[in-house]
T-cell receptor, first 113, second 112 residues
Framework: DAGITQSPRHKVTETGTPVTLRCHQTENHRYMYWYRQDPGHGLRLIHYSYGVKDTDKGEVSDGYSVSRSKTEDFLLTLESATSSQTSVYFC????????????FGEGSWLTVV | DAKTTQPNSMESNEEEPVHLPCNHSTISGTDYIHWYRQLPSQGPEYVIHGLTSNVNNRMASLAIAEDRKSSTLILHRATLRDAAVYYCILRWSGGGADGLTFGKGTHLIIQP
């Protein structure tokens, strides 16, 4: 257990509405990540953070923004959700003290209708 | 991250050992070999990692070839709960800020 909580775990939303997914960690790790996973594409990195207010884009960042105003929370926002953003979203943290191993949350299932 | 090659799927029987291979011929001297697995409807789970020497933990063993161009994840006694997709990933020792790059992995099927 890496102390990661994702919320909401499941959400159905309409096209064009904003959606925010929250990742909360309790262990004060510097590095946090958002991935999405779709059939046929596997896990793909959306955005990552290397500290408070320090974020960068991953492989599939278009249509997503992130914010990290405090160490424990990393927010992923879909400004205007589209059906192509229907996916499972995983948050992760990196434990630098254990060989840079990465630990994932349980996932957030998002359906955009 | 350097590329790895894994079989798409493997099948084994419950209570037997499982050897999952991974080829990484372009590995650099500073690349760590990481293994993760993903059970159905769950997030990926760290299994084990190593650099040069074989490694053991409560979940599995990692055997690394002497030239480091291949490695094998060993599950000593498979259970039905070990049915998952297993990912072999190379990660340089410096870490960097960016995350792991996942390939398609090996889908391990365990027969009762």
């Amino acid at each position: 257990d890496a102390g990661i909580t994702q919320s909401p775990r499941h959400k159905v939303t309409e096209t064009g509405t904003p959606v925010t997914l929250r990742c909360h960690q309790t262990e004060n790790h510097r590095y946090m990540y958002w991935y999405r996973q779709d059939p046929g594409h596997g896990l793909r990195l959306i955005h990552y953070s290397y500290g408070v207010k320090d974020t960068d884009k991953g492989e599939v960042s278009d249509g997503y923004s992130v914010s990290r105003s405090k160490t424990e929370d990393f927010l992923l926002t879909l400004e205007s959700a589209t059906s192509s953003q229907t996916s499972v979203y995983f948050c992760a943290i990196r434990r630098t003290e254990s060989g840079n191993t990465i630990y994932f949350g349980e996932g957030s299932w998002l359906t955009v209708v | 991250d350097a590329k790895t090659t894994q079989p798409n799927s493997m099948e084994s029987n419950e209570e037997e050992p499982v050897h999952l291979p991974c080829n990484h011929s372009t590995i650099s001297g500073t690349d760590y070999i990481h293994w993760y697995r993903q059970l159905p409807s769950q997030g990926p789970e760290y299994v084990i990692h190593g650099l040069t020497s074989n490694v053991n933990n409560r979940m599995a063993s990692l055997a690394i070839a002497e030239d480091r161009k291949s490695s094998t994840l060993i599950l000593h006694r498979a259970t039905l709960r070990d049915a998952a997709v297993y990912y072999c990933i190379l990660r340089w020792s410096g870490g960097g800020a960016d995350g792991l790059t996942f390939g398609k992995g090996t889908h391990l099927i365990i027969q009762p």
